[in-house]
């Protein structure tokens, strides 16, 4: 059956539309515009909802668990709880974040998360988030910017060992955090790019000029810009320089006022630009819980309030990705229509995850519907709406 859906307003997210209509069957957007010119097909199911927006569904793409949930265990119904606590925030996508570990306990956990993301289950029997792939943060990252990831268990990026990383996700394998410093970093990024992979510098310690090598090598994006990375110097610009400067290159944040400070997402925001700046979580698998010790991949994090630490480091976040939206409207007094499109639009280029991120004909009925100030009143999901 189809399902209309009617509000006050569509953010596309490029475009406003003003009392919309959009007209979903068997997953997808059929069709969409103003109510005044759009015709509804007969027998259709309808859901008004007049003093909503409604956008995009939200895409996360560096996430390592919620609900209890870290995304390295293998947990079925603790992935379910995760999947949908993140559809009541407005995610609809996401990318499970590796986080640095024993070379078998990578591969394992990427081999896991490939068959849940390949396996025709994926049509799901719960409406929540869904994964589009994987995201490699660790092990080729920087030993001076590596963070609470283990030194120990950090490895120089070789081809050889991409491709069995690779081959464990079952061609899953999304996106990667790599440091361009290292050697053979350039050479991977390369290849990881042929691939199909987008590499994002980050956790790195990296020069200007080493940071520029990574990006003519093929990097797209940066992770989690300003943290585990090497500070601007007036005489050195180092890889923020280059993150920063670089006008074709896309950039996440994490826009808690933790991690960083509003000011400087406020910098940051005007750095980048509503075209190329993404909002992350880096949430773990403390999000949405007490405080208390949780697990992060091979560690334990201590959570109190909003901080997350392990050994006096911030281990990740409690994040939302909502929150994350609603934060840049307040720090950098940005539109709801802009903020979301570094939730929505956004992430999904960065990924190439088609028919993700925007709202058009015949791309997935993704979707949020949001109160004024941006705030998640229901969520749908391929065609769905997440219910409790």
């Known amino acids: 059956m ?6 006050a ?4 997210p490029i475009e406003v539309i003003e009392n919309p209509v959009v007209v979903i069957e068997d997953g997808t957007i059929q069709s969409l515009g103003p109510q005044s010119s759009l015709e509804v097909p007969a027998g259709t199911q309808q859901a008004d909802f007049p003093d909503l927006v409604i956008a995009p569904g939200f895409i996360d793409i560096h996430v390592h668990g919620g609900a209890g949930h870290d995304v390295m265990r293998d947990d079925p119904s603790g992935r379910v709880a995760f999947e949908k606590a993140m559809a ?3 995610v609809t996508s996401y990318l499970p974040t590796t986080v640095t570990a024993p070379m078998d306990r990578i591969l394992g956990a990427v081999d896991r998360l490939g068959n849940v993301i390949s396996a025709e289950e994926m049509e799901h029997a719960h409406v929540g988030a869904r994964p589009l792939g994987i995201h490699l943060e660790g092990p ?9 990831h283990p030194r120990e268990f950090l490895i120089a990026p070789t081809l050889d060992l991409f491709e069995k990383i690779l081959e464990a996700s079952g061609g899953t394998l999304k996106m990667m955090t790599i440091a361009p410093e290292l050697a053979g970093a350039p050479e991977v990024i390369r290849h990881a790019r042929e691939r199909g992979v987008y590499a994002s510098i980050g956790h790195s310690n ?6 520029g090598k990574g990006i003519v090598a093929g990097a ?5 810009t300003f943290n ?3 500070a601007l110097d007036h005489r050195e610009p180092g890889i923020l320089g280059a993150v920063l400067s670089d006008d074709h290159l896309m950039a996440d944040i994490i826009a808690d006022g933790v991690h960083v400070a509003p000011a400087i997402i406020e910098v940051f925001l005007k750095a980048k630009g509503v075209d190329r700046a993404v909002l992350i979580t880096d949430a773990i698998s403390a999000t949405g819980m007490p405080d208390g010790t949780y697990q992060l991949g091979p560690f334990e994090v201590q959570v109190h309030g909003d901080r997350c630490e392990f050994q006096g480091k911030l281990a990740g976040s409690v994040l939302t990705l909502d929150r994350a939206v609603r934060n840049v409207m307040s720090f950098a007094g940005w539109t709801l229509q802009q903020s979301a499109t570094l939730a929505t639009r956004n992430p999904a280029r960065l990924i190439g995850a088609e028919g993700k991120g925007e709202l058009a004909i015949g791309n997935d009925a993704d979707l949020v519907l949001l109160s004024a100030k941006g705030e998640v009143v229901h969520t749908m999901v391929g065609g769905r709406f997440a219910r409790e």
């Not at 189809?2 to 509000?7: L, V």
């Not at 080729?140 to 609470?148: E, N």
């Not at 990296?206 to 940071?211: D, L, Q, S, V």
């Open 206 to 211: 990296a020069t200007f000029e080493e940071a």
């Open 2 to 7: 189809k399902t209309c859906i009617t509000a």
């Open 220 to 224: 797209i994006s940066a992770t989690h």
């Open 228 to 230: 585990a990375m090497r």
């Open 88 to 90: 009541r925030h407005g």
């Open 140 to 148: 080729f990252i920087s030993p001076a910017k590596c963070g609470v």
């Open 9 to 12: 307003r569509l953010f596309t």
